[in-house]
Each structure stands twice: as C-alpha cells, then as structure tokens.
C-alpha cells in the first residue's frame, strides 16, 4: 500500500532553515508527481510546493516562492523541501502528498514551528 513518512520538522527561529524530507513506498515513485502542503489548526490544508516525476519542473505558492525549494531523489524514493527564511507564519504541520488513480494519498505529517 501506498506509505509516505516525513521528517524533519521541528522548532526553529526566525531566519533559519529545516529541510523536511518525504519518503515514499507502495507506489512507483519515480511515475508521481509529488506535492508538499500545510496546515494550521482551524484552516483549510495548502499546497506549498509541487514538483513532475523527473524533478524538471516545479511550482511554488506565492509565500514560498524564493525561499522554500522542493527536490527530489527518484533512486531514493524521496521527495525534499528545502524551507530558507523561514517566518512564524510558515508554522504549520506539513505533509507530503502524492495523487494516483484519482486518490489523494497523505503522509503523518511533520510538525514546523518557527519562533524565537
């Protein structure tokens, strides 16, 4: 079945940097595009980045663009986000996504809390 794990969260400072990684199984990695979103408590789940299957093409949300960075290593089945600059309002949980065959697939989700 289809699993995605992430890590890599945790509690930075204003200005800092955490690189979330997402790794994938069940599916044939290499064949998905991949997304990354985020959710604050009482808010709808956003999408943060997005990135083709051969890692040539990606898209960003406005509040990401120029700071955040998605990536991916297809031999290792994982998907990145390079998060520099980060602000408290980039707090949130986030979680890597991955659609197939009409299902939306979810990971656990990571937890980023950005303050001083």
């Known amino acids: 079945q289809v699993q995605l794990v992430e890590s890599g969260g945790g509690l930075v400072q204003p200005g800092g940097s955490l690189r979330l990684s997402c790794a994938a199984s069940?599916?044939?990695?290499?064949?998905?595009?991949m997304s990354w979103y985020r959710q604050v408590p009482g808010k709808e789940r956003e999408l943060v980045a997005r990135?083709?299957?051969?890692?040539?093409?990606?898209d960003y949300a406005y509040s990401a663009k120029g700071r955040f960075t998605i990536s991916r290593d297809n031999a290792k089945n994982t998907v990145y986000l390079q998060m520099n600059s980060l602000k408290p309002g980039d707090t949130a949980v986030y979680y890597c996504?991955?659609?197939?065959?009409?299902?939306?697939?979810w990971g656990q989700g990571t937890q980023v809390t950005v303050s001083s």
């Open positions: 996504n991955v659609y197939i065959l009409g299902a939306d697939y």
């Open positions: 069940g599916f044939t990695f290499r064949t998905y595009a």
């Open positions: 990135i083709d299957s051969a890692g040539g093409w990606s």
